[in-house]
């Protein structure tokens, strides 16, 4: 659940990013969150980046974003991210259950 929640919050930090200064096509906005989101996923997969890493990473991520968007002066930006982290843990849990679910009964 935490690797879900890390990489729903580092993806749409990401995309609000781009969105923040001025990069609005879907196109490329697509490729990089789907690069973005294979290379989370690979890395916590061959276990590169793990437990406390997701913490620090996430933090220092939130701080870059946090001063670049005091900047910007828009703070929406700064809500999506924690919004889609808990969106891409309840998929997580809900494909999770379903899992689980049709484990026993085949």
């Known amino acids: 659940m935490s690797g879900a929640a890390f ?4 993806l749409s930090l990401l995309v609000a ?3 923040a200064i001025g990069i609005t096509a879907p196109l490329m906005i697509g490729l990089v969150g789907i690069g973005v989101m294979a290379g989370l996923v690979f890395m ?5 980046i793990e437990r406390f890493d997701l ?13 670049f968007v005091s900047a910007l002066r828009s703070m929406p930006y700064l809500a999506i991210p ?12 809900l494909f999770r259950l379903i899992y689980l679910l049709l484990n026993r009964l085949f």
């Not at 916590?44 to 590169?48: A, G, M, N």
């Not at 913490?55 to 001063?67: E, T």
């Open 44 to 48: 916590q997969w061959q276990r590169w």
């Open 17 to 19: 990013g781009l969105l």
């Open 7 to 10: 990489t729903g919050f580092e």
């Open 55 to 67: 913490i620090i990473l996430g933090g220092i991520s939130w701080g870059i974003a946090l001063v």
């Open 82 to 93: 924690l919004m889609v982290a808990l969106l891409f843990v309840a998929a997580t849990a």
